[in-house]
């Protein structure tokens, strides 16, 4: 099963800007997808790229993470914003659990309950803030948001990820030259991870 040379890529680089939004943990792909699994769906009968072959189910595990917005371990999450304000979540998550602050003198202070609200059962995310204290003026990431993830993983994105790493495997560099156009499998990888991906409306 070789997928074009052509396959595109470009739907699986994700917006730098949301890398104030960090996971307490990643899963390892060998985590989803036994290296086994993975040769047996490469038809690999050799253990001579094993290591290779880990790295690409790492890689197609992190990419589909990333293009779907959702996280394939239960763990925490941390989420900085400059200032209160209402915001979707760029990611899944289950829960916030708490919302830190610095105050006008610099120092952090959890913030209470009564002014904040969230909704973690629409994906994303979302929270909104009331009636909040002022916060210092001169920093960035005054106000943090800390809660969990689940692990969001299930068959078809297992699957896809598969698909994936077969497509890593077998084209192994970032340019092919001298080749005729490829063409990408129909109802291949995106077709099956579109369903499942989060995107923000705001």
């Not at 997928?3 to 390892?28: E, H, V, W």
């Not at 990431?141 to 994936?164: E, F, Q, Y």
């Amino acid at each position: 099963m070789k997928m074009g040379a052509g396959f595109s890529l470009a739907l699986f680089f994700f917006n730098t800007s949301l890398m104030n939004f960090t996971y307490a943990a990643q899963p390892t792909g060998t985590d989803i997808v036994s290296l086994v699994d993975m040769k047996e769906f490469l038809r690999v009968d050799h253990s001579d790229e094993d290591t290779t072959i880990t790295a690409i189910i790492d890689a197609a595990t992190q990419s589909i993470q990333d293009y779907t917005g959702r996280h394939f371990k239960s763990t925490t999450y941390v989420f900085n914003l400059d200032s209160f304000h209402f915001i979707e979540f760029p990611y899944q998550v289950a829960s916030v659990s708490s919302v830190t602050y610095l105050d006008r003198a610099g120092a952090s202070q959890t913030l209470a309950t009564t002014k904040y609200f969230t909704d973690t059962t629409r994906q994303p995310g979302r929270i909104n803030f009331k009636n909040t204290p002022d916060l210092v003026d001169d920093k960035f990431n005054r106000v943090t948001i800390n809660g969990t993830v689940s692990n969001d993983i299930n068959p078809p994105l297992t699957h896809a990820i598969k698909m994936l790493a077969a497509h890593f495997y077998e084209n192994r560099r970032a340019v092919v030259i001298g080749t005729t156009l490829a063409i990408e499998i129909p109802l291949g990888v995106k077709a099956i991870i579109n369903p499942y991906r989060i995107i923000n409306t705001r």
